[in-house]
C-alpha cells in the first residue's frame, strides 16, 4: 500500500513557477531589453524634457549590451497602474508590462534659473533601483547642444559605460543598408538615423552597403563626447549587360498599312431593351443610400473624435491636479520624500485619499478615451468607404466615361504618410 503523502508529489512539481519563454531564451551575452521612460517635468519646457528623453534612448540604442525597447511617459503608465509614486511593486509592474529587464525614468524642475534632473534605473527582475543621480542642467546649457553634452555624463553614471566615448548617427538615402564600423556590423539604416554610442575616441571608417543599391564609405574623427552626423548616398548598381542594352539603338520594325475601317451600321434597338436613363434609376437610388449613409456615419465619427478629445482633455486636467500630490527623492537625503519645492511634506490621510480618487477617474477617463476613439475609427473607415461608394465608384460604361471628366479624388498612402490626390480634367 503506498502511502498517501507520494501522492502530493506530482502536485508540489506543478506548483513551482517555472522561467518565461523570454527569459528562458535569454543568455547572459543577450543585449539587456532597457526602456527609457518619458522623463515627469514641473515648470520645464516640454521640449527640453523630450530631448533628454530622446538623447537617452539614443545612448541605450548605440550601447552594445542593450536593446531598446519602445517606452511611455512616466505619468501615462503611473496613471494606467494607478501608482501613486515610483514603488518598486509598481515599477516591476511597468517594467513587465514593456517586457523590459531594466527601466530609466526620472523627473525634470525648474531651480530657479537652472533645471534640476533626478534619474534612476531599475532592475524589474530584482525588483530593486540600481543606480540614481541628482544632477543640475545650468540655464546656459539647456539647448541641444547642452543637453547632448549631458545626457552622455549621465548615461556614463547611470550605467558604467566610458564617459569620453562618442556617438555616431548614421541615415543613408536606402532604407535597410548594413552599416559597419571599423569592419564590424553595427546596424542597419531606417527612417530615423542609426546611433552608435561609445565609440572611442579617434579616426574610423564607416561603410554602408545594400545589394542591388551599391555602397558607400567614409572616414573622419571622432573627439571625446562628440557626436558626429554621418549621411551618406547611395547608388544603385548598373552591369556591364544592362548598360550595353541601354546603349544600343532599338531595331527598326516594318509597319504594313492598316486596312480602311468598314462602315458600320448602328444596331437596332430592341423593344424590350430599357431606356438608358431608366437603366440609371436604380443605380442612382443605390448611390443615394450610400451617399446618405456616408454623411450619417461621417457625423457619428466627428461626433465621437470630440467625446475622445473632451475625455482626453479630463485626463491632462486631472494630472495637473495630481501635482500638489506629487513627491521627489530629497536632494539632502533621497530616503525623505519632498514636493516640488524641494520641502519635506508627508502625505495626510486627506490628501491620499483624494489622490486615490483623482488617480481613478483618471484611468476611467482615459478607458473612455480610448473607447471613442476606437468607435470614432471604425465610422471613419466605414464613412470612407461609403464615400467611394457614393460618390467615387462608377457602375457602368456611361458612368464611367462621366467620371474620366471633371473632379478625381484618390486616396494615396505611404511608408509614412498618407492623404489624398485631387485631379481636374477638362
Known sequence: MRPRWLGLVPLAICALPLPTASAAGRTAEDPSPTAVLGLEATDVPATLVD??????????????????????????????FACADEGHACMTQI?????????????VKKAGADVAVWLKTFDVRKE?????????????????????????????????????????????????????????PVGATGEQPLAISDVKPGKHELVVAKSGGGSARQQFLVAAGQTVSVNLALHPEVTAVAAAQAAEPPPAVAVAPSPAPAAVSPAPHSANEPDEPGADRSTDQGRSGYRTAFWVTLGASLVSAGTAVKFGLDVLKINKDLDQFRRYP???????????????????AMDKATRDSKVSQGEHDRNLQWVFIGIGSALGITSAYLLYKGYL???????HREAMSGLRIFPTAGVSSGGVQAEFDF
Open 393 to 399: 465608384d462608377s457602375d457602368d460604361a456611361p458612368t
Open 330 to 348: 530629497c536632494s539632502s537625503d533621497p530616503s525623505m520624500s519632498c514636493n516640488a519645492m524641494g520641502k519635506v511634506a508627508p502625505l495626510s
Open 51 to 80: 530631448e533628454i528623453s530622446e538623447q537617452l534612448r539614443q545612448r541605450v540604442s548605440g550601447a552594445a549590451d542593450m536593446r531598446l525597447v519602445p517606452g511611455k511617459d512616466l505619468v501615462e503608465l503611473k496613471l494606467v
Open 128 to 184: 530593486k533601483v540600481d543606480t540614481w543621480l541628482t544632477e543640475t542642467l545650468p540655464a546656459g546649457q539647456s539647448d541641444a547642444a547642452g543637453v547632448r553634452a549631458a545626457s552622455g555624463r549621465w548615461f556614463a553614471k547611470l550605467t558604467g559605460h566610458p564617459v569620453n566615448a562618442g556617438t555616431i548617427m548614421v541615415s543613408a538615402n536606402l532604407f535597410g543598408a548594413l552599416v559597419t564600423l571599423d569592419g564590424v
Open 95 to 107: 517594467g513587465k508590462s514593456l517586457d523590459a529587464d531594466r527601466l530609466i525614468y526620472g523627473s
